[in-house]
């Protein structure tokens, strides 16, 4: 964790499928250098590929969102106080999930992969998730995309070689989270992407990107809706996926501690 000395909330960062705690690189060092302590962190067993071996493979395949939730919670429990959850993409539904149990600071998401309740199955969604849909049974396979799933899907608004570096870093994902969130979104209060949103107390900042193809904006909007006053929906032309870092991650940098300073200055923390 890089701590620095401040009175701000501690900042912890949870990235999405497919990635590790490399992956929010650009927005650990962002909140760093506003005076925040921060740390990003890496889900169970997500490592790089070439250090899986096929026992963690197969422990990997059968991870489920409640554990990665309960790994997160472990983590805000260890803090002296609430802490500040971004998260991106699969890492901001979790973020969610953790925030319903535990008292957090602020959540800040981006790109947010869809609560049940809310359909993600879109047809981008889709043909960017390809054939890990195929994978029969999924909730005992990994996942993993490929760099034209990448191009398609994930990183459709940024440059060739922003693309190709966010396929070489990609790891292998849970098919069960893989299939909790796809099938779970279809689902209501049974699933276990299901959030409460009543339980949540802290202000939520929601970040999406108007040409992002595998959560697209329609599902930031459905959020912010369930939220009501309690969210800011921040709509980004033109963005992709890719809201942390590359083409478009100045203007998304902008608008969070915008928001984050205009809170701080509003309202107490929730303790």
């Known amino acids: 964790m890089d701590k620095v000395h401040s009175d701000k909330p501690t900042v912890l960062l949870i990235h999405g499928m497919w990635s590790d705690q490399n992956t929010l690189s650009d927005v650990k060092e962002a909140f760093v250098a506003q005076g925040y302590t921060a740390d990003s962190l890496c889900l169970p067993y997500h490592v790089p590929k070439a250090e899986h071996t096929e026992a963690s493979r197969a422990k990997l395949a059968k991870t489920r969102v409640q554990d990665y939730v309960a790994y997160i919670v472990e983590q805000v429990e ?11 993409s699969m890492g901001a539904l979790l973020a969610q999930l953790v925030a319903a149990q535990v008292p957090c600071d602020r959540l800040v998401l981006l790109s947010s992969a869809p609560p049940a309740g809310i359909n993600g199955l879109s047809r981008s969604a889709i043909r960017t998730l390809g054939r890990n849909l195929l994978r029969f049974p999924l909730w005992k396979k990994v996942t993993e995309v490929g760099l034209s799933n990448v191009e398609y899907g994930i990183a459709n608004a940024q440059s060739a070689a922003v693309q190709r570096d966010i396929y070489e ?15 779970g979104s279809l689902l209501g209060r049974r699933s276990a992407t299901y959030v409460n949103t009543q339980s949540i107390e802290c202000p939520v900042l929601i970040v999406g990107g108007s040409a992002d193809r595998i959560t697209p904006i329609t599902i930031q909007r459905s959020m912010a809706k369930r939220f009501g006053k309690q969210a800011s929906l921040i709509e980004i032309e033109n963005c ?16 969070i501690f915008q928001w984050l300073e205009a809170k701080a200055n509003s309202q107490p923390h929730t303790g």
């Open 240 to 255: 992709c996926h890719w809201t942390v870092g590359g083409a478009y991650f100045p203007e998304v940098r902008v608008e």
């Open 169 to 183: 870093s990609c790891t292998y994902e849970s098919g069960m989270a893989t299939f909790q969130i796809s099938i």
């Open 78 to 88: 260890r803090l002296d106080a609430p802490p500040i959850l971004v998260g991106h």
